[in-house]
């Protein structure tokens, strides 16, 4: 079993840079995806980008590739995503989970994430 931690959600301008991390508290084998979604309010959740490893292949959902990127810093079990240019759009609650061996075309598919995160709040505003 693993638990996964959100961190780094905060009040931010528009046009303003955040990174949330995902912290697992144990080091995630094998084959396995994090995988970051959102929830505005009153909006169902939905996916942000994900990251399979080994190899790094990541998955960005279409308008946010290029102002999102996710990273990873092995050594401390953290995966993070690097969110710039913010806008009021992407205020919502961003959820972390995991993902054992999946393929590119899975990972989106939240039914395929087995342990969450709690949640961390962004609320883009001026």
């Known amino acids: 079993q693993v638990q996964l931690v959100e961190s780094g959600g905060r009040l931010v301008q528009p046009g303003g840079s955040l990174r949330l991390s995902c912290t697992a508290s144990?080091?995630?084998?094998?084959?396995?995806?994090i995988g970051w979604f959102r929830q505005a309010p009153g909006k169902e959740r939905e996916f942000v980008a994900a990251?399979?490893?080994?190899?790094?292949?990541?998955r960005y959902t279409n308008g946010l590739k290029g102002r999102f990127t996710m990273s990873r810093d092995n050594a401390q079990n953290v995966v993070y995503l690097q969110m710039s240019s913010l806008e009021l759009e992407d205020t919502a609650v961003y959820y972390c989970a995991r993902q054992l061996n999946p393929i590119f075309s899975t990972l989106p598919d939240m039914d395929r994430y087995d342990y969450w995160g709690q949640g961390t709040q962004v609320t883009v505003s001026s």
């Open positions: 144990a080091r995630i084998g094998g084959t396995y995806a």
């Open positions: 990251t399979r490893w080994p190899g790094g292949t990541s």
